[in-house]
């Protein structure tokens, strides 16, 4: 009886994995298999790791700090739009209430006018407000993206200038 490979990927019994039906595995024909790559590496020096964990940390914490300031900023845009959706809901509650309280006859034309231009420079101011917040927000998170670009560029920099010449 056969024996039940253990898992899906059973190296055993794996027919690409027998150096008799992959060439790349037989040592006699793949002179790689063959070769002490510990000689060509002799006398290199092995990068400084806690240095480019310690950049790809800084690096997070940036990006970090950059989504909470635009995350922050998108929540202070949606909770001023619901200010203004609010506001203008009320608004026009109370233009309504108005207009119900008024006797029927001839529409006030420049009452009408000045509402409408009333209402579409407030519209226009809120619109300008909002946008205001969303480019402040941006510039922010672009500002701290910014800061540590260049401060990757600094340690580089340091980094190359600290390697054998």
């Known amino acids: 009886m056969a024996k039940k490979p253990s898992s899906a990927f059973d190296p055993m019994n794996n027919p690409f994995l027998d150096p008799k039906n992959n060439p790349f595995l037989d040592p006699e024909k793949n ?8 000689k060509y590496f002799q006398g290199v020096e092995a990068p ?25 900023g998108v929540q202070a845009v949606f909770q001023r739009q619901s200010e203004i959706l609010k506001n203008t809901m009320d608004e026009a509650n109370a233009a309504l209430q108005e207009l119900q309280g008024k006797s029927v ?6 009452a009408q006018i ?8 407030s519209a226009v101011s809120n619109m300008r407000e ?15 993206v ?4 260049v401060e990757s560029l600094d340690e580089l920099k340091d980094t190359l200038s600290k390697l054998p010449k």
């Not at 310690?54 to 300031?69: F, H, V």
């Not at 006859?105 to 420049?110: F, I, K």
């Not at 000045?114 to 420079?121: L, Y």
């Not at 910014?146 to 670009?149: D, L, Q, V």
């Open 146 to 149: 910014n800061k540590r670009f």
């Open 48 to 72: 400084d790791l806690k240095g480019i964990t310690d950049a790809q940390r800084k690096n997070m914490e940036a990006l970090s700090a950059a989504n909470k300031t635009a995350a922050e």
């Open 105 to 110: 006859g001839a529409p006030d034309a420049s």
């Open 130 to 144: 909002l946008s205001e917040m969303m480019a402040k927000s941006q510039a922010e998170a672009f500002d701290i």
């Open 114 to 121: 000045d509402q409408v231009k009333s209402t579409i420079e």
């Open 31 to 38: 002179p790689f298999l063959k070769a002490d790559f510990t």
